[in-house]
Structure formats: structure tokens, C-alpha cells
């Protein structure tokens, strides 16, 4: 009984603070040649990079079901959609992929954002 005590209040811990954790939702499709171009020259190293850790990449693709926990972001046909979210809020969106550098730009500009609600 106690081991299931101490389970419940893990998971239920564990839920909480990956609630509240920023992350960036990638919504993409099959056959969307700017996923596949951020595949290429993004992907790779995003996990990797300091962005990266700050604001973990979830794919979600859009012909499928969309998660619970994320089902009040508008979702857009439009693909890929980048979504900056934190503690259950979007923080800001890219919409498309507009190559390697501009995308860092505009994710570097919408992580700021996150900074200034920490302020």
C-alpha cells in the first residue's frame, strides 16, 4: 500500500512539472516538404542546443488525434506550425519554416518572451 502511495505521488508530481514546463510543439504532416527541410538542417541538433533544452520539441502530427494536454492550441492545416507553450499558455507561433537562420531568430525572439514573464 505504501509502494502505491509513494507511486501516485510521483506520477502526480512528475505530471505537474512537466505541465509547467515550456516546450516547443511541432505540428507537422506526412509528405510536408518544410518538415522534412527542418528535419534536414534543424532537427539534428535541437535537442542538443541551448533552445533545445529550454523548450523541448513535441512532434504532433495533424492527421492524427490531437493530445489532451495540448487541445487549446488552435491548430492550423498549415505545416509546420510551431508552437512555444509554457505552464499552459502560447507564448508565440511560427508558422512554416523559413530556413535555418530566421528560424532561430524568430524561436530566440519568442524563448525572450519567456524571460520577460519570469521578470
Known amino acids: 500500500m505504501f509502494r ?6 510521483f506520477a502526480i ?24 527541410a527542418w528535419d534536414r538542417e534543424i532537427g539534428p541538433a535541437y535537442a542538443n542546443t541551448e533552445e533545445g533544452k529550454r523548450a523541448p520539441l513535441r512532434r504532433v502530427d495533424i492527421q492524427q488525434e490531437i493530445p489532451v494536454d495540448i487541445s487549446y492550441i488552435p491548430v492550423e492545416r498549415f505545416t509546420p ?8 499558455k502560447e507564448i508565440g507561433r511560427i508558422r512554416g519554416y523559413p530556413g535555418d537562420e ?15 514573464k519570469a521578470s
Open 4 to 9: 502505491l502511495l509513494i507511486a501516485g505521488i
Open 13 to 36: 508530481t512528475a505530471f505537474a512539472t512537466s505541465a509547467s514546463a515550456a516546450e516547443l510543439v511541432m505540428f507537422e504532416q506526412r509528405g510536408c516538404i518544410w518538415c522534412e
Open 102 to 116: 530566421f528560424f532561430w531568430f524568430l524561436l530566440s525572439d519568442m524563448l525572450s518572451k519567456l524571460d520577460d
Open 81 to 88: 506550425t510551431f508552437v512555444l507553450v509554457d505552464d499552459g
